[in-house]
């Protein structure tokens, strides 16, 4: 069973930047389309960024420009680089396939706040 386990995130201030790491287990990683979601506290879970099998990435209108998104399927890596902070940012972030979804992991709480 494919399971996710995030990291790098924490207390920023507005216009700051964080890296996200998501570490996956399980067979044929390389195959599926990876996306980071977010949840804020009383929101449902939205995805935020994918990137598929072939690299080719999408966003969110609220991230686009923002939030870079990449794999490393060697070492079952997905990442999201997140630049210029907004209050509205703040979430659990979690990686997850998109479409056969696994297993969510415990996220990781990301607070853009001065």
């Known amino acids: 069973q494919v399971q996710f386990v995030e990291s790098g995130g924490g207390l920023v201030q507005p216009g700051g930047s964080l890296r996200l790491s998501c570490a996956a287990s399980?067979?044929?990683?390389?195959?599926?389309?990876m996306g980071w979601y977010r949840q804020a506290p009383g929101k449902q879970r939205e995805l935020v960024a994918s990137?598929?099998?072939?690299?080719?990435?999408n966003y969110a209108n609220s991230v686009e420009g923002r939030f870079t998104i990449s794999r490393d399927n060697a070492k079952k890596m997905v990442y999201l680089q997140m630049n210029s902070l907004k209050p509205e940012d703040t979430a659990v972030y979690y990686c997850?396939?998109?479409?056969?979804?696994?297993?969510w992991g415990q996220g990781t709480q990301v607070t853009v706040s001065s």
């Open positions: 990137i598929s099998s072939g690299v080719n990435t």
């Open positions: 997850n396939r998109v479409g056969t979804l696994g297993s």
């Open positions: 399980g067979t044929f990683f390389s195959i599926y389309t």
